[in-house]
Nanobody
Framework: QVQLVESGGGLVQAGGSLSLSCEVS????????MGWYRQAPGKQRELVARIARDGNTNYADSAKGRFTISRNNAEQTVDLQMNSLRPEDTAVYYCNADVRSIRYTDDSYWGRGTQVTVSS
């Protein structure tokens, strides 16, 4: 199977920075788009940023200018550098990857999430 494991996150003061990382492992043939989403208490899960295999990126308006998504295709990882954090960035952050398995089946996979808390 395919697994996504996030690392990073934690507690930071407003204006601070955090870095998240996600590694994809398992029976992977190829990884297409990768991304980060977040879900705050009482709210729906929302896109933060996505990155295509060729490096093209897409950011939520709230992330533009503050967050940077990057990926390493060889290591099957995707990172999210978050700067100038705000209390409203507090959420559980989830890694997502569109994967073609070694059986040539395509699915979208999610990590278990990592908590980011920004104190005011």
């Amino acid at each position: 199977q395919v697994q996504l494991v996030e690392s990073g996150g934690g507690l930071v003061q407003a204006g601070g920075s955090l870095s998240l990382s996600c590694e994809v492992s398992g029976r992977v043939f190829s990884i297409f788009d990768m991304g980060w989403y977040r879900q705050a208490p009482g709210k729906q899960r929302e896109l933060v940023a996505r990155i295509a295999r060729d490096g093209n990126t897409n950011y939520a308006d709230s992330a533009k200018g503050r967050f940077t998504i990057s990926r390493n295709n060889a290591e099957q990882t995707v990172d999210l550098q978050m700067n100038s954090l705000r209390p409203e960035d507090t959420a559980v952050y989830y890694c997502n990857a569109d994967v073609r398995s070694i059986r040539y089946t395509d699915d979208s996979y999610w990590g278990r999430g990592t908590q980011v808390t920004v104190s005011s």
